[in-house]
C-alpha cells in the first residue's frame, strides 16, 4: 500500500539559516509528488510538485524539493528562512496510474515549521 | 485559496442535528474531494467525486454524505450518525485525465463544531 511518512512533527530553525522539512514515500511504480503548505486556519496552499524529469524542482516563496529515487525521499529545502515560513507543510503522493485513475493524494501526518528571529 | 469556496467559515452544531457544508469551485474541475483535519493526524479523505452525479467513498465516509448534481458543487452533509464531527473540513479539486498532474487546489475550510 502505498504510504508517506513525515518523520519530524517539528523542525526548528533560525532566521536566514537553511531549512529542510523531511518526507519518504512508499509507492508502486513512479511517484508523483506534491509539497503543501497550510497557515493557522486556512487552507491548503500548493508549493511545488515532481512529475517527472530534474530531480531538483523549484516552487513558490524560493521553496524546492529534491527527489531522490533511491532513497524514496522528496525533502522540501529553502537556502534561508523567513520568519514568514513557519507554518504546517504537508508532504503527499498521488495513487499511481491504474484501472481507478481516481487521483486520490495520499498526505503525510504534517511537519510544523517554527523559524524563530 | 484559489477559486474555490467554502461557507460558512464556521458551524456549530448541536448534537443530533445534521449539517450541511458548502463547497464551490469555478475552475472547472472535474474532480472534487472532502477532507478531515484533525490535529496531528494529517488529512483523512472522506469522499471525492471525478464527474457529475457519481462519488466515492474515502477513508473515513462513515456518518458522512455528499451530492454532485452540479460540476461546480459538492456539497457535505455531517449526519448525526457521525460521532465526533467537530473538526477542520477541507474542500478541494483537481483537474482528471492521463494528461494532467493532477495536483488538489483547497478552499479556506470550514471549522465545524459541536456544542
Known amino acids: 500500500a502505498q504510504s508517506v511518512a513525515q518523520p519530524e512533527d517539528q523542525v526548528n530553525v533560525a532566521e536566514g539559516n537553511p531549512l529542510t522539512v523531511k518526507c519518504t514515500y512508499s509507492?508502486?511504480?513512479?511517484?508523483?509528488l506534491f509539497w503543501y503548505v497550510q497557515y493557522p486556519n486556512r487552507g491548503l496552499q500548493f508549493l511545488l510538485k515532481?512529475?517527472?524529469?530534474?530531480?531538483l524542482v523549484k516552487g513558490s516563496y524560493g521553496f524546492e524539493a529534491e527527489f531522490n529515487k533511491s532513497q524514496t525521499s522528496f525533502h522540501l529545502k529553502k537556502p534561508s528562512a523567513l520568519v514568514s515560513d513557519s507554518a504546517l507543510y504537508f508532504c503527499a503522493v498521488r495513487e499511481p496510474y491504474g484501472s481507478s485513475n481516481t487521483g486520490k493524494l495520499i498526505f503525510g501526518q504534517g511537519t510544523t515549521l517554527q523559524v524563530k528571529p | 485559496d484559489g477559486g474555490i469556496t467554502q461557507s460558512p467559515k464556521y458551524l456549530f452544531r448541536k448534537e443530533g442535528q445534521n449539517v450541511t457544508l458548502s463547497c464551490e469551485q469555478n475552475l472547472n474541475h472535474d474532480a472534487m474531494y472532502w477532507y478531515r483535519q484533525d490535529p496531528g493526524q494529517g488529512l483523512r479523505l472522506i469522499y471525492y467525486?471525478?464527474?457529475?452525479?457519481?462519488?466515492q467513498k474515502g477513508d473515513i465516509a462513515e456518518g458522512y454524505s455528499v451530492s454532485r448534481e452540479k460540476k461546480e458543487s459538492f456539497p457535505l452533509t455531517v449526519t448525526s450518525a457521525q460521532k465526533n464531527p467537530t473538526a477542520f473540513y477541507l474542500c478541494a479539486s483537481s483537474i482528471t485525465g492521463t494528461s494532467g498532474s493532477w495536483e488538489q487546489f483547497f478552499g479556506p475550510g470550514t471549522r465545524l463544531t459541536v456544542l
Open positions: 509507492v508502486s511504480g513512479n511517484p508523483y
Open positions: 467525486s471525478q464527474i457529475v452525479n457519481d462519488f
Open positions: 515532481y512529475i517527472t524529469g530534474d530531480n
